[in-house]
Structures are given as structure tokens and as C-alpha cells.
């Protein structure tokens, strides 16, 4: 099945330094993909949708300027917590979804920011 | 706007007993309904979907799901609970015209021996 491959798995920075998660289709052409956070005991939350080749969708409430999002091809899109506070510590989840209607997660992203 | 409750923050069941998540939703239109289990320390594994046709949808890991289009829900079942299945299950709707998925807040599902 297809799989989608996210890194790193947990990461781990300072306050004030920028981090980059990388979401990859390994074996479809993703054309949307979606990023979510997940707080402890907490559902998912819809961050922003970005189709390739376009800018990104933010949901109310996400920081466009803190929450940079990147899907320069049909394979890749990157999530960047700039000048990352504590508040943002969080688990990070992407998804993808080409031409099926299944979408297809991501392992996850544990970001603590000390 | 289009929406899902998952009224139960934790189900509790004993190994082999029948396990019911429950999952009603909202969306204007003809909905698309999933299931998927989140393991601890893992990202989200998909586990059943109804987009049409039969409302009785069978899934992965001998989960099914029964989508009642009067009662707007979307419970998830399993016949003989495992102590494997003990994780975080989320319901999740979107309408079929569009993108965007909405997930419910999560049950805790806790299978004991």
C-alpha cells in the first residue's frame, strides 16, 4: 500500500530556533497534503492543506509566519516551526492523498522545544 | 461547517467481549466516513471508510462499522476485543466534494485481559 514517510520522528531544540519536518509520498503523487497537530489527549487539529505547486491553506488561528509550509512537488512537503517556543512543543502528523480517496499518514513528529 | 463527536473519551472492555466505539457526525452533503487507530508513539493507521454502496463496511483488523444515515452515525465495532487493540481511535468525516477532514476528539480504547 502507499506509504508516506515523515522525519524526523522526534526532535528535540532550543527556544528560538527553527525546525523543519519533512513529509514524502514514497509511492504516489501526493497532490494535497495536509498537516495536523496533535495535543496530549487531544484530537487532531487541521493546520493548513497545501496543494503542490501553490500556497497553503491556513485554518483559522494558524500563524502563517510561524507554520512556514512548503509542497514544492508531487512527493514533498515540509513543515518549518520558526523560532520555536515552548508552546509548540506538540506532536505533528502529516497526511497525503493523491488520486484515491484514501488519505495517508504520516508516522508522526514529536517536537519538544526547551 | 461540517463536524464529529466521538461522545466516549475512554472505552474500557474485557478481551473477547464485543467492542462499540461510538462516532455521529454533521456535514452538509453526502458524507465520506473513516475510522482510523492511532498506537502509542505512532501516526494514524486507516482502518475502514463508507463512501457509498453497502452501510455495513468491514475493515482492517476485523473492525467493521455500521454508517446510519438517519441516526448521522458512524459506530466503530469489533466482535471479540484483543488486548492488541487497546489505542486512540478517531472518527473522521469529510464531504464528499471536498478535502478537508474533520476528526472527532478521540476515544481511548482499553482492552483488558
Known amino acids: 500500500g502507499a506509504v508516506v514517510s515523515q522525519h524526523p520522528s522526534r526532535v528535540i531544540c532550543k527556544s528560538g530556533t527553527s525546525v523543519k519536518i519533512e513529509c514524502r509520498s514514497l509511492d504516489f503523487q501526493a497532490t494535497t497534503m495536509f498537516w495536523y497537530r496533535q495535543f496530549p489527549k487531544q484530537s487532531l487539529m487541521l493546520m493548513a492543506t497545501s496543494n503542490e505547486g501553490s500556497k497553503a491553506t491556513y485554518e483559522q488561528g494558524v500563524e502563517k509566519d510561524k507554520f512556514l509550509i512548503n509542497h514544492a512537488s508531487l512527493t514533498l512537503s515540509t513543515l518549518t516551526v520558526t523560532s520555536a517556543h515552548p508552546e509548540d512543543s506538540s506532536f505533528y502528523i502529516c497526511?497525503?492523498?493523491?488520486?484515491?480517496?484514501?488519505?495517508?499518514f504520516g508516522s508522526g513528529t514529536q517536537l519538544s522545544v526547551l | 461547517a461540517q463536524s464529529v463527536a466521538q461522545p466516549e473519551d475512554q472505552v474500557n472492555v474485557a478481551e473477547g467481549n464485543p467492542l462499540t466505539v461510538k462516532c455521529t457526525y454533521s456535514v452538509s452533503g453526502n458524507p465520506y466516513l473513516f475510522w482510523y487507530v492511532q498506537y502509542p508513539n505512532r501516526g494514524l493507521q486507516f482502518l475502514l471508510k463508507?463512501?457509498?454502496?453497502?452501510?455495513l463496511v468491514k475493515g482492517s483488523y476485523g473492525f467493521e462499522a455500521e454508517f446510519n444515515k438517519s441516526q448521522t452515525s458512524f459506530h466503530l465495532k469489533k466482535p471479540s476485543a484483543l488486548v492488541s487493540d487497546s489505542a486512540l481511535y478517531f472518527c473522521a468525516v469529510k464531504e464528499a466534494a471536498g478535502n478537508k477532514l474533520t476528526f472527532g476528539g478521540g476515544t481511548r480504547v482499553l482492552v483488558k485481559p
Open positions: 463508507y463512501i457509498t454502496g453497502d452501510n
Open positions: 497526511s497525503a492523498t493523491g488520486r484515491s480517496e484514501k488519505l495517508f
